[in-house]
């Protein structure tokens, strides 16, 4: 079935560089996103990949994608106490009604 | 990019009182909506898939009498937790596809509290 895992916990010193982790299952997956959610909200689109795609830049965010072994990462430069939050990875597919959520990484940035 | 809300913010209520919570696409419209669950420091738990016109799809496990959805228009959808309970206490998101069916964009979720 689909799956979606990532690390449960991450801390980092501000002004480091932060990489959260994600693997699937899916193979036929089209989309692959990363959410951001702050205590008491919704979620936030911070940026997402096509399936054929093995990078993307957004300013200080960068997706890297491994299709071969359903890898998927989230890179944030000079990480800020802002920045402190659950992340969340998704897929899904086109068509596809779901979006299928890993279960977050709450990333801790120390001062 | 799109924005999707939701309102209340919150909302305390008694048990045994019913409660709806609407979502609305502002600047999209949007034929499917999705409902979400959360407990705290857990994944989102997706309830139902909202249909405009039609029947809302519930996910196994999830009472479609006691969670009524209703998706009236392209715009909106909301969700009424009936007879509402302190087991119901949870933070509820609503989402909705932007048109080219590619992003999910969220609403800023309602946190229920029932006593």
């Known amino acids: 079935g689909e799956d979606v895992e990532q690390s449960l916990f991450l801390s980092v010193r501000e002004g480091d560089s932060s990489v959260i982790n994600c693997t699937y299952t899916?193979?036929?997956?089209?989309?692959l996103y990363w959410y951001k959610q702050e205590p008491g909200a919704g979620l936030q689109l911070l940026t997402y990949i096509f399936s054929n795609m093995d990078m993307k830049q957004d300013q200080r965010l960068t997706v890297l994608l491994n299709k071969k072994d359903k890898h998927l990462s989230l890179r944030i430069a000079d990480t800020q106490t802002g920045d402190s939050a659950i992340y969340f990875c998704?897929?899904?597919?086109?068509?596809?009604?779901?979006?299928?959520f890993g279960a977050g990484t709450r990333l801790f940035v120390k001062a | 990019g799109a924005v999707v809300s939701q309102h209340p913010s919150w909302v305390i209520c008694k048990s045994g009182t019913s409660v709806k919570i609407e979502c609305r696409s502002l600047?999209?419209?949007?034929?499917?909506m999705f409902w979400y669950r959360q407990f705290p420091k857990q994944s989102l738990m997706l309830m139902a898939t909202s249909n405009e016109g039609s029947k809302a799809t519930y996910e196994q496990g999830v009472e479609k009498d006691k969670f009524l959805i209703n998706h009236a228009s392209l715009t909106l959808s909301t969700l009424t937790v009936t007879s509402a309970h302190p087991e119901d206490s949870s933070f509820y998101i609503c989402?909705?596809?932007?048109?080219?069916?590619?992003?999910?964009?969220f609403g800023s979720g309602t946190q229920l509290s029932v006593l």
């Open positions: 600047d999209f419209q949007a034929t499917t």
């Open positions: 989402s909705a596809r932007d048109r080219q069916g590619e992003k999910l964009f």
């Open positions: 899916d193979s036929s997956s089209t989309y």
């Open positions: 998704a897929e899904s597919k086109t068509g596809g009604f779901k979006t299928i």
